[in-house]
Protein backbone atom coordinates (compact mmCIF):
# COMPACT_ATOMS: atom_id res chain seq x y z
CA UNK A 1 0.00 0.00 0.00
CA UNK A 2 1.45 3.11 -0.90
CA UNK A 3 1.71 6.05 1.50
CA UNK A 4 -1.70 7.79 2.14
CA UNK A 5 -1.83 11.56 3.62
CA UNK A 6 -4.27 11.55 6.00
CA UNK A 7 -4.14 15.66 6.90
CA UNK A 8 -0.98 17.83 7.18
CA UNK A 9 1.97 15.48 8.61
CA UNK A 10 -0.18 12.55 9.42
CA UNK A 11 0.52 9.61 7.14
CA UNK A 12 -0.96 6.27 6.63
CA UNK A 13 2.31 4.25 5.86
CA UNK A 14 0.86 0.76 6.68
CA UNK A 15 0.81 -2.77 4.79
CA UNK A 16 -2.38 -3.72 2.56
CA UNK A 17 -3.20 -7.69 2.35
CA UNK A 18 -5.93 -7.74 -0.55
CA UNK A 19 -5.20 -11.73 -1.08
CA UNK A 20 -5.69 -12.70 2.37
CA UNK A 21 -8.77 -15.22 2.97
CA UNK A 22 -8.82 -15.86 6.36
CA UNK A 23 -7.82 -13.93 8.97
CA UNK A 24 -6.77 -15.63 12.42
CA UNK A 25 -7.39 -19.36 10.27
CA UNK A 26 -10.89 -18.39 11.37
CA UNK A 27 -12.30 -15.48 9.50
CA UNK A 28 -13.38 -15.08 6.15
CA UNK A 29 -11.68 -12.06 4.54
CA UNK A 30 -13.39 -11.94 1.07
CA UNK A 31 -11.86 -8.13 0.89
CA UNK A 32 -8.59 -8.83 2.26
CA UNK A 33 -7.33 -6.69 4.77
CA UNK A 34 -4.80 -3.87 6.03
CA UNK A 35 -2.42 -3.33 8.81
CA UNK A 36 -2.42 0.13 9.03
CA UNK A 37 0.08 2.12 10.69
CA UNK A 38 -0.18 6.09 11.11
CA UNK A 39 3.18 8.52 10.73
CA UNK A 40 2.86 11.37 13.06
CA UNK A 41 5.19 14.40 12.11
CA UNK A 42 5.15 16.72 14.99
CA UNK A 43 7.62 20.31 14.75
CA UNK A 44 9.33 18.20 17.54
CA UNK A 45 9.29 14.58 17.71
CA UNK A 46 8.06 12.11 15.36
CA UNK A 47 5.60 8.66 16.12
CA UNK A 48 4.62 5.37 14.34
CA UNK A 49 1.27 4.39 15.56
CA UNK A 50 1.31 0.40 15.74
CA UNK A 51 3.60 -1.04 13.43
CA UNK A 52 2.58 -3.69 11.01
CA UNK A 53 2.04 -7.67 10.78
CA UNK A 54 5.75 -8.90 10.85
CA UNK A 55 5.01 -10.88 6.94
CA UNK A 56 4.75 -6.72 6.24
CA UNK A 57 7.55 -5.18 7.35
CA UNK A 58 9.17 -4.69 4.65
CA UNK A 59 6.33 -2.59 3.36
CA UNK A 60 6.42 -0.48 6.35
CA UNK A 61 10.12 0.07 5.99
CA UNK A 62 9.74 0.85 2.23
CA UNK A 63 7.11 3.67 2.83
CA UNK A 64 8.99 5.22 5.90
CA UNK A 65 11.96 5.28 3.58
CA UNK A 66 9.46 6.61 1.16
CA UNK A 67 8.48 9.48 3.51
CA UNK A 68 12.56 10.52 4.36
CA UNK A 69 12.00 9.63 7.96
CA UNK A 70 15.60 8.72 9.37
CA UNK A 71 14.69 9.07 12.83
CA UNK A 72 11.77 8.10 14.72
CA UNK A 73 11.03 9.47 18.26
CA UNK A 74 8.70 7.16 19.27
CA UNK A 75 6.99 3.83 18.30
CA UNK A 76 3.26 3.73 19.75
CA UNK A 77 2.27 0.43 20.50
CA UNK A 78 -1.77 0.20 21.14
CA UNK A 79 -2.38 -3.45 21.26
CA UNK A 80 -0.13 -5.99 21.90
CA UNK A 81 -1.99 -8.73 19.00
CA UNK A 82 1.27 -9.67 16.36
CA UNK A 83 -0.85 -8.41 13.88
CA UNK A 84 0.40 -4.59 14.93
CA UNK A 85 2.70 -5.48 17.36
CA UNK A 86 4.61 -8.29 15.21
CA UNK A 87 7.12 -6.21 13.75
CA UNK A 88 8.47 -3.88 17.00
CA UNK A 89 11.47 -6.04 17.10
CA UNK A 90 12.24 -5.27 13.73
CA UNK A 91 11.32 -1.58 13.62
CA UNK A 92 13.28 -1.35 16.60
CA UNK A 93 16.26 -2.72 15.29
CA UNK A 94 15.82 -0.02 12.16
CA UNK A 95 15.38 2.80 14.34
CA UNK A 96 17.32 2.21 17.87
CA UNK A 97 16.78 5.71 19.20
CA UNK A 98 12.65 5.45 19.06
CA UNK A 99 11.05 4.99 22.72
CA UNK A 100 8.16 2.48 22.88
CA UNK A 101 5.07 4.12 24.75
CA UNK A 102 2.27 2.09 25.48
CA UNK A 103 -0.35 1.26 28.83
CA UNK A 104 0.79 -0.85 31.71
CA UNK A 105 -1.84 -3.65 29.87
CA UNK A 106 0.08 -3.60 26.78
CA UNK A 107 3.71 -3.66 28.20
CA UNK A 108 2.38 -7.05 30.26
CA UNK A 109 1.11 -8.46 26.68
CA UNK A 110 4.20 -7.11 24.68
CA UNK A 111 6.18 -8.95 27.66
CA UNK A 112 4.22 -12.18 26.95
CA UNK A 113 3.78 -12.61 23.47
CA UNK A 114 7.11 -10.89 22.03
CA UNK A 115 9.47 -10.51 25.26
CA UNK A 116 9.58 -7.24 25.77
CA UNK A 117 10.83 -6.33 29.41
CA UNK A 118 8.21 -3.34 30.53
CA UNK A 119 11.76 -1.34 31.45
CA UNK A 120 11.72 -0.29 27.61
CA UNK A 121 8.35 1.22 27.62
CA UNK A 122 7.40 5.39 28.62
CA UNK A 123 4.12 4.41 30.21
CA UNK A 124 0.64 6.26 29.52
CA UNK A 125 -2.52 5.94 30.73
CA UNK A 126 -6.34 7.25 30.48
CA UNK A 127 -5.98 11.17 29.79
CA UNK A 128 -2.00 11.00 29.52
CA UNK A 129 -0.57 13.06 26.80
CA UNK A 130 2.48 12.97 24.63
CA UNK A 131 3.32 16.18 22.91
CA UNK A 132 5.51 16.20 19.37
CA UNK A 133 5.73 20.07 19.78
CA UNK A 134 2.72 21.16 17.73
CA UNK A 135 1.05 17.78 17.24
CA UNK A 136 -0.02 15.74 20.75
CA UNK A 137 -1.26 12.59 21.58
CA UNK A 138 -4.00 11.72 24.30
CA UNK A 139 -5.00 8.15 25.75
CA UNK A 140 -7.69 6.13 26.18
CA UNK A 141 -7.35 2.87 27.02
CA UNK A 142 -10.11 0.92 25.72
CA UNK A 143 -10.13 -2.54 27.42
CA UNK A 144 -12.07 -5.66 25.71
CA UNK A 145 -12.61 -4.07 22.58
CA UNK A 146 -11.16 -6.91 22.20
CA UNK A 147 -8.32 -7.70 23.59
CA UNK A 148 -7.62 -6.34 27.65
CA UNK A 149 -5.09 -3.87 26.20
CA UNK A 150 -6.68 -2.18 23.27
CA UNK A 151 -5.88 1.66 24.14
CA UNK A 152 -7.19 4.28 21.41
CA UNK A 153 -5.33 7.86 21.17
CA UNK A 154 -6.59 11.47 19.67
CA UNK A 155 -4.64 13.56 17.61
CA UNK A 156 -6.05 16.84 19.59
CA UNK A 157 -4.66 19.24 17.09
CA UNK A 158 -5.98 17.33 14.32
CA UNK A 159 -9.20 15.39 15.91
CA UNK A 160 -8.49 12.37 14.52
CA UNK A 161 -9.38 9.08 16.72
CA UNK A 162 -6.57 6.31 16.25
CA UNK A 163 -9.21 3.73 17.59
CA UNK A 164 -7.28 0.45 17.06
CA UNK A 165 -9.59 -2.76 16.32
CA UNK A 166 -12.47 -0.60 17.55
CA UNK A 167 -14.39 0.55 14.57
CA UNK A 168 -12.09 -1.32 11.95
CA UNK A 169 -12.88 -3.76 8.88
CA UNK A 170 -11.10 -5.80 6.88
CA UNK A 171 -11.07 -4.65 3.78
CA UNK A 172 -8.03 -3.53 1.57
CA UNK A 173 -8.70 -0.73 -0.59
CA UNK A 174 -6.16 1.70 -3.02
CA UNK A 175 -8.68 4.34 -1.10
CA UNK A 176 -7.72 5.26 2.20
CA UNK A 177 -10.99 6.96 2.99
CA UNK A 178 -14.12 5.22 3.60
CA UNK A 179 -16.73 5.29 0.79
CA UNK A 180 -20.50 4.72 0.54
CA UNK A 181 -20.31 1.13 -0.69
CA UNK A 182 -22.53 -1.14 0.61
CA UNK A 183 -19.09 -4.22 0.61
CA UNK A 184 -17.50 -1.56 3.10
CA UNK A 185 -20.76 -1.69 5.56
CA UNK A 186 -20.45 -5.11 4.87
CA UNK A 187 -17.19 -5.53 5.76
CA UNK A 188 -17.68 -3.52 8.92
CA UNK A 189 -20.15 -5.45 9.84
CA UNK A 190 -18.87 -8.97 9.29
CA UNK A 191 -15.88 -7.35 11.53
CA UNK A 192 -17.79 -6.01 14.57
CA UNK A 193 -19.66 -9.60 14.43
CA UNK A 194 -16.89 -11.87 14.62
CA UNK A 195 -14.27 -9.69 16.74
CA UNK A 196 -16.21 -7.14 18.75
CA UNK A 197 -19.68 -8.47 19.30
CA UNK A 198 -19.17 -10.73 22.05
CA UNK A 199 -17.90 -7.07 23.88
CA UNK A 200 -20.88 -5.32 22.98
CA UNK A 201 -21.57 -3.62 25.71
CA UNK A 202 -17.85 -1.99 26.38
CA UNK A 203 -18.13 -1.00 22.69
CA UNK A 204 -21.48 0.32 23.14
CA UNK A 205 -20.10 2.84 26.05
CA UNK A 206 -16.77 3.66 23.90
CA UNK A 207 -18.84 4.57 21.17
CA UNK A 208 -20.92 7.13 23.08
CA UNK A 209 -17.64 8.24 24.53
CA UNK A 210 -15.69 9.27 21.23
CA UNK A 211 -18.83 10.33 19.90
CA UNK A 212 -19.06 12.86 22.39
CA UNK A 213 -15.28 13.37 21.81
CA UNK A 214 -16.30 14.46 18.02
CA UNK A 215 -13.23 13.75 16.22
CA UNK A 216 -12.88 15.13 12.93
CA UNK A 217 -12.01 11.64 11.85
CA UNK A 218 -11.89 7.85 13.33
CA UNK A 219 -8.41 5.79 12.22
CA UNK A 220 -8.89 2.44 13.01
CA UNK A 221 -5.59 0.06 12.48
CA UNK A 222 -7.43 -2.21 9.77
CA UNK A 223 -9.77 -0.45 6.71
CA UNK A 224 -10.55 2.34 5.77
CA UNK A 225 -10.26 5.71 7.82
CA UNK A 226 -13.37 7.51 8.63
CA UNK A 227 -13.89 10.28 7.67
CA UNK A 228 -16.97 10.94 8.54
CA UNK A 229 -17.13 9.77 12.30
CA UNK A 230 -21.02 9.80 12.91
CA UNK A 231 -21.02 6.76 10.01
CA UNK A 232 -19.77 4.26 11.95
CA UNK A 233 -20.61 5.80 15.01
CA UNK A 234 -24.18 5.30 13.71
CA UNK A 235 -23.41 2.12 12.84
CA UNK A 236 -21.64 0.58 16.10
CA UNK A 237 -24.88 2.14 17.85
CA UNK A 238 -27.19 0.19 16.26
CA UNK A 239 -25.13 -3.07 16.51
CA UNK A 240 -24.16 -2.68 20.11
CA UNK A 241 -27.96 -1.95 21.26
CA UNK A 242 -30.25 -3.81 22.29
CA UNK A 243 -32.67 -3.71 19.50
CA UNK A 244 -33.27 -5.81 16.76
CA UNK A 245 -33.98 -6.50 13.49
CA UNK A 246 -37.61 -8.42 12.87
CA UNK A 247 -35.34 -10.84 10.99
CA UNK A 248 -34.85 -14.65 11.05
CA UNK A 249 -31.08 -16.40 10.24
CA UNK A 250 -31.45 -20.26 9.51
CA UNK A 251 -28.29 -22.16 9.26
CA UNK A 252 -28.31 -25.41 7.69
CA UNK A 253 -26.61 -28.00 6.96
CA UNK A 254 -28.54 -31.22 4.90
CA UNK A 255 -27.50 -34.70 3.56
CA UNK A 256 -30.49 -36.21 1.77
CA UNK A 257 -32.14 -33.14 1.62
CA UNK A 258 -34.85 -34.34 4.71
CA UNK A 259 -33.59 -31.03 6.79
CA UNK A 260 -33.60 -29.15 3.31
CA UNK A 261 -37.11 -29.27 3.43
CA UNK A 262 -37.99 -28.34 6.71
CA UNK A 263 -35.69 -25.41 5.98
CA UNK A 264 -38.27 -24.90 2.68
CA UNK A 265 -41.70 -25.09 4.92
CA UNK A 266 -40.51 -22.81 7.97
CA UNK A 267 -38.83 -20.60 5.68
CA UNK A 268 -42.01 -19.96 3.25
CA UNK A 269 -43.87 -19.90 6.94
CA UNK A 270 -41.55 -16.94 8.47
CA UNK A 271 -42.12 -15.18 4.76
CA UNK A 272 -45.74 -15.44 5.43
CA UNK A 273 -45.99 -13.54 8.40
CA UNK A 274 -43.64 -10.43 7.21
CA UNK A 275 -40.29 -11.31 8.48
CA UNK A 276 -37.42 -11.34 6.75
CA UNK A 277 -35.59 -14.85 6.46
CA UNK A 278 -31.87 -15.77 5.78
CA UNK A 279 -31.05 -18.98 5.03
CA UNK A 280 -27.27 -20.12 4.72
CA UNK A 281 -26.28 -23.86 3.89
CA UNK A 282 -23.21 -23.93 5.48
CA UNK A 283 -21.82 -27.00 4.35
CA UNK A 284 -22.41 -26.64 0.15
CA UNK A 285 -19.30 -26.94 -0.42
CA UNK A 286 -16.41 -28.06 1.36
CA UNK A 287 -14.51 -25.42 1.74
CA UNK A 288 -17.58 -22.74 2.38
CA UNK A 289 -18.27 -24.05 6.34
CA UNK A 290 -16.06 -20.89 7.16
CA UNK A 291 -17.52 -18.61 4.63
CA UNK A 292 -20.68 -19.36 5.39
CA UNK A 293 -20.53 -19.48 8.57
CA UNK A 294 -18.66 -15.48 8.09
CA UNK A 295 -21.98 -14.80 6.54
CA UNK A 296 -24.18 -16.03 9.46
CA UNK A 297 -22.24 -13.95 12.04
CA UNK A 298 -22.50 -10.91 10.14
CA UNK A 299 -26.27 -11.39 9.78
CA UNK A 300 -26.78 -12.13 13.31
CA UNK A 301 -25.10 -9.16 14.12
CA UNK A 302 -28.80 -7.60 14.56
CA UNK A 303 -31.12 -10.41 13.91
CA UNK A 304 -33.86 -11.10 16.54
CA UNK A 305 -33.94 -15.02 15.94
CA UNK A 306 -31.19 -17.97 15.24
CA UNK A 307 -32.26 -21.43 13.72
CA UNK A 308 -29.93 -23.77 13.55
CA UNK A 309 -30.89 -26.91 11.59
CA UNK A 310 -28.82 -30.29 11.59
CA UNK A 311 -28.89 -33.52 10.23
CA UNK A 312 -28.60 -36.53 12.49
CA UNK A 313 -24.63 -38.01 12.42
CA UNK A 314 -24.03 -40.92 14.69
CA UNK A 315 -26.39 -39.94 17.07
CA UNK A 316 -25.19 -36.32 17.00
CA UNK A 317 -25.75 -32.98 15.12
CA UNK A 318 -23.65 -33.15 11.46
CA UNK A 319 -19.78 -31.13 12.86
CA UNK A 320 -20.36 -28.19 10.39
CA UNK A 321 -23.96 -27.54 12.34
CA UNK A 322 -21.66 -28.53 15.75
CA UNK A 323 -18.96 -25.55 14.44
CA UNK A 324 -21.46 -23.14 13.79
CA UNK A 325 -22.80 -23.60 16.93
CA UNK A 326 -19.38 -23.39 18.81
CA UNK A 327 -18.60 -19.93 16.91
CA UNK A 328 -22.03 -18.38 17.85
CA UNK A 329 -22.38 -19.43 21.37
CA UNK A 330 -18.44 -17.42 21.37
CA UNK A 331 -19.91 -14.58 19.63
CA UNK A 332 -22.79 -13.74 21.99
CA UNK A 333 -25.21 -12.19 19.34
CA UNK A 334 -28.08 -10.46 20.38
CA UNK A 335 -30.49 -12.77 19.04
CA UNK A 336 -33.81 -13.16 21.44
CA UNK A 337 -34.57 -16.67 20.19
CA UNK A 338 -32.63 -19.62 19.66
CA UNK A 339 -33.64 -23.06 18.28
CA UNK A 340 -32.24 -26.29 17.12
CA UNK A 341 -34.61 -28.18 14.21
CA UNK A 342 -33.46 -31.34 12.02
CA UNK A 343 -33.56 -35.19 10.99
CA UNK A 344 -32.65 -38.49 12.08
CA UNK A 345 -32.87 -41.73 10.88
CA UNK A 346 -33.77 -43.75 13.76
CA UNK A 347 -32.19 -41.94 16.74
CA UNK A 348 -30.89 -38.41 17.70
CA UNK A 349 -29.56 -36.28 20.70
CA UNK A 350 -28.43 -33.76 18.23
CA UNK A 351 -30.70 -31.31 19.65
CA UNK A 352 -29.25 -32.11 23.29
CA UNK A 353 -25.76 -31.81 21.67
CA UNK A 354 -26.17 -28.56 20.52
CA UNK A 355 -27.58 -27.21 23.75
CA UNK A 356 -24.78 -28.41 25.39
CA UNK A 357 -22.33 -26.47 22.55
CA UNK A 358 -24.27 -23.29 23.09
CA UNK A 359 -24.68 -22.92 27.00
CA UNK A 360 -23.72 -19.60 27.22
CA UNK A 361 -26.24 -18.34 24.01
CA UNK A 362 -28.27 -16.24 26.31
CA UNK A 363 -30.97 -16.30 23.48
CA UNK A 364 -34.63 -17.55 25.01
CA UNK A 365 -34.63 -21.61 23.68
CA UNK A 366 -37.14 -22.31 21.17
CA UNK A 367 -38.67 -26.33 22.01
CA UNK A 368 -36.30 -28.72 19.06
CA UNK A 369 -37.87 -29.71 16.72
CA UNK A 370 -36.71 -33.29 15.21
CA UNK A 371 -38.46 -35.09 12.40
CA UNK A 372 -37.50 -39.06 12.04
CA UNK A 373 -36.64 -39.11 8.01
CA UNK A 374 -38.02 -37.27 5.09
CA UNK A 375 -40.75 -35.01 6.64
CA UNK A 376 -44.21 -36.50 6.22
CA UNK A 377 -47.66 -34.23 5.95
CA UNK A 378 -47.83 -33.86 10.12
CA UNK A 379 -44.27 -33.46 10.34
CA UNK A 380 -44.95 -29.95 7.82
CA UNK A 381 -47.91 -29.06 9.42
CA UNK A 382 -45.26 -28.98 12.88
CA UNK A 383 -42.96 -27.06 10.78
CA UNK A 384 -45.26 -24.28 9.98
CA UNK A 385 -46.63 -24.43 13.35
CA UNK A 386 -43.45 -24.15 14.52
CA UNK A 387 -42.67 -20.96 11.91
CA UNK A 388 -46.12 -19.08 13.21
CA UNK A 389 -45.30 -19.81 16.87
CA UNK A 390 -41.79 -17.91 16.13
CA UNK A 391 -43.14 -15.08 13.85
CA UNK A 392 -45.59 -14.49 16.82
CA UNK A 393 -42.77 -14.14 18.74
CA UNK A 394 -40.65 -12.07 16.57
CA UNK A 395 -43.85 -9.72 16.06
CA UNK A 396 -44.12 -9.21 19.59
CA UNK A 397 -40.69 -7.59 20.27
CA UNK A 398 -41.21 -3.84 20.46
CA UNK A 399 -37.81 -2.28 20.33
CA UNK A 400 -37.60 -3.07 16.64
CA UNK A 401 -34.46 -1.93 14.11
CA UNK A 402 -35.41 -0.51 10.63
FE1 LIG B 1 -6.12 -6.55 14.52
FE2 LIG B 1 -6.61 -7.55 17.71
O1 LIG B 1 -5.70 -7.39 16.11
Same mark, same amino acid.
Given at each position: ??????C??? %?????????????????????????????????????????????????????????????????????????????????R???????????K??????????????????????G????????? %?????????????????????????????L??????????????????????????A? *?????????????????????????????????????????????????????????Y???????????????????????????????????????????????????A????????????????????????N??????R???????Y????????? *???????????????????G?????? *??????????????? %????????
Amino acid at each position: MPVQPICSNV %LEVGASDPDRKLFDALMPTPFGTTYNSYLIIGSEATALIDPVDPDKYRDLLFNLKEVGVEKLDYIVILHTEQDHSGATPMLRRAFPEAQLVGTKKVQELMGTHLHIPSEDFITVAEGDQLSLGDKT %LTFYPIPFAHWPDNTACMLEEDRILFSSDLFGSHYANKKVFSTSSNDQRIAARTYFAE *IMMPFRTQCAKYTKKFREMAPHMVAPSHGPVWYEPNHIFDLYERWTGDSVRRSVVIAYVSMHESTAKMIEVLSLSLARHGLSVVCCNIAEEPESLMVETGHVAGELVDAAAFVLATPTVLGGPHPAAAYAAVLVNALKPKTRYFGVIGSYGWATKAAET *IEVLTGTYKAERLPSLMVKGLPNDDD *IERIRAYGDDLAAKV %LAIEDVLN
